[in-house]
């Protein structure tokens, strides 16, 4: 009895999209905030907190202001500074998308073939050359 209620419904038609409309939903498409751009930003908050909190200095002890107090006295951070500055670099890193990275990966493999074949033909090659210079 549904199958029959549907089927009297009128058809609806689409209207067709014109260029102006097509390229305003290519640049939406474009510029969209992709899905791991929100997931950054949910986890990136923490981190920063983080961050602010390593780029702190602190002092373990107090010393007198002396010689051995200047020595001893200095301040240090929690995280080491290489650590830090690979975070640094790490965030302005850009990365390749999934497709950029398959499409070169599989460059690089049809390369690597590609080359394993010469190398190959030209070992059968000279191997041939030299029975042939040596036996004779």
Known sequence: ???QSKSKLPRRRKTAETV???ADK???????????KRLKGKIYRPLSVLGRVAQKEYNPVRVPDNKAGRILGKKIH?????I?????ELRIVTWSTRREALRLTSAVIIFSVVFAIF???MDFIF???????LIK
Do not use: C, D, H
């Open 1 to 3: 009895m549904a199958e």
């Open 20 to 22: 102006r409309q097509r």
């Open 26 to 36: 290519q640049l939406q498409e474009k510029y969209a905030e992709p899905k791991n």
């Open 78 to 82: 929690i995280i080491p500074k290489f």
């Open 84 to 88: 830090r500055e690979a975070w640094g």
């Open 119 to 121: 190398i190959q033909i």
């Open 127 to 133: 191997s041939k050359l030299v029975k042939t210079i």
